[in-house]
């Protein structure tokens, strides 16, 4: 079928029309193509380009020879400023659709679209084979080298492929910092092969799925000045370098503030509580990984900070001693819990400063917000180029 492609959707798609609402995978908005029905919903299909009839002038060749069968990437043919408007479109589209609220967005935060991932999940395939799985499939696509991996990590691939990884390791999932970790997953293999031959691709710690950990245990990582380790299975930004544009991006700002009072909200490691330290009189964190916790304590001791305080429990279960100036969240994509965002409205900071990886619950929490407080910036972070994922930074003043 014929079809114009229409608006952005999240999840890679545009909206396109025909006897109904299509979802168009691979098409940019005021394309015409031809497309193809895939999946039939109840409210909607999902269709796939198939042909490419009246192209926009911001398609162009995707750079990756597995584009289109690996399912890491899903927007290689669109140019990069376009993707951050399309970003931006989408964004703009959810808080008004969603969280019923019109506004203007600051400039997005952008970095160089290639080489930027420094953590990586590898799939082993039982012949083999490693690399990531074909979109909505379990099927390995094996490729040279991954554009937007980090150097390290592609010259690990280029040593691990042609010996590979003993029978039964399904998983091998990379940190990559001042050294690389790797964390092995998989069922009833040689875990000294394996470590033998994950050593000799340059792999300075290796841990498995029993808590049996070879060499090192955390990778250290530039934030901004300051020393952030990480161990494995403790989460960190795969965008290290936006990451800290982000976080320089938020310390300018609440250093003009100078709050007495800060409570970080899923705080990991003190990503955000450590830069944020020499302006604020104290920061509480809250985080409830067990393996962040104790490397945000760590990072704490290693920087000689002495006014953040971490502790290791759910956010929900977090109860605020007094009223803070501000509160900074970085939840996961589900967002706010309703009994979360009641203590937030009853602890009645002055600022909040909310980082998502969601704009569809991001908008949600806005609309939640409404009467309590007033969106002063939001903007797109572009910490994952050449996908459909969005970060959002929102920061919200007190009504």
């Keep these: ?55 926009s002038p911001d398609r162009v060749v995707p750079s990756c020879p597995v584009f289109g069968i690996c399912g890491g990437c899903h927007y290689q043919y669109i140019a990069c400023h376009r993707q951050v408007s399309m970003k931006e479109e989408v964004v703009l589209d959810c808080i008004e659709r969603i969280g019923k609220t019109e506004l203007s967005l600051d400039p997005s935060l952008v970095s160089s679209p290639w080489q930027y991932r420094k953590r990586a999940q590898l799939k082993v395939s039982a012949d083999g084979r490693i690399g990531f799985y074909r979109r909505l499939s379990h099927d390995v696509v094996e490729f040279e080298k991954c554009l937007l991996l980090s150097p390290e990590i592609n010259t690990f691939l280029k040593h691990i492929k042609p010996v590979g990884m003993p029978s039964g390791v399904k998983e091998i999932h990379l940190q990559s910092g001042d050294i690389l970790l ?10 000294g092969i394996a470590a033998e031959r994950l050593r000799d691709a340059g792999v300075s710690g290796i841990s498995f799925e029993n ?16 020393h952030y380790m990480v161990s494995s299975g403790s989460f960190f930004q795969v965008n290290w ?16 503030i100078r709050p007495e009072k800060i409570i970080d909200l899923y705080c990991g490691a003190g990503n955000f509580s450590i830069p944020l330290s020499p302006f604020a009189g104290e920061i509480s964190g809250v985080e409830e990984n067990p393996v962040s916790f104790r490397d945000g304590k760590e990072n704490i001791e290693l920087n000689r900070i002495g006014n ?52 569809s619950t991001f908008a949600r929490d806005i609309e939640r917000l409404k009467g309590h407080y007033v969106p002063d910036s939001v903007r797109v972070v572009d910490m994952f180029p050449q996908t459909y994922h969005i970060e959002v930074l929102g920061i919200f003043k007190k009504a």
């Design 182 to 191: 790797a964390a092995v997953k998989g069922d009833r293999f040689d875990a």
């Design 211 to 226: 808590g049996t950990v070879e060499g090192a245990e955390q990778i250290c990582l530039d934030l901004n000045g300051y």
């Design 241 to 256: 370098g936006l990451n800290n544009r982000l976080s320089s991006l938020i310390s300018s700002f609440v250093s003009s």
């Design 308 to 359: 953040i305080k971490l502790v290791n429990r759910r956010v929900e279960d977090f109860e605020p001693e007094k009223s803070a100036d501000m509160i900074i969240l970085d939840p996961p994509r589900a967002g706010l819990t309703k009994k979360v965002l009641d203590r937030i409205i009853t602890a009645s900071p002055t600022w909040i400063i909310y980082v998502s990886c969601n704009p």
């Design 1 to 55: 079928m014929r079809l114009e492609a229409l608006i952005p959707l999240y999840g890679g798609y545009t909206l396109s029309r025909d006897d109904g609402v299509i979802f168009l995978r691979g098409a940019l908005p005021g394309e015409i193509v031809e497309a193809e029905v895939v999946e039939k919903k109840r409210d909607y299909s999902v269709a796939s380009v198939k042909e490419v009839i009246e192209p």
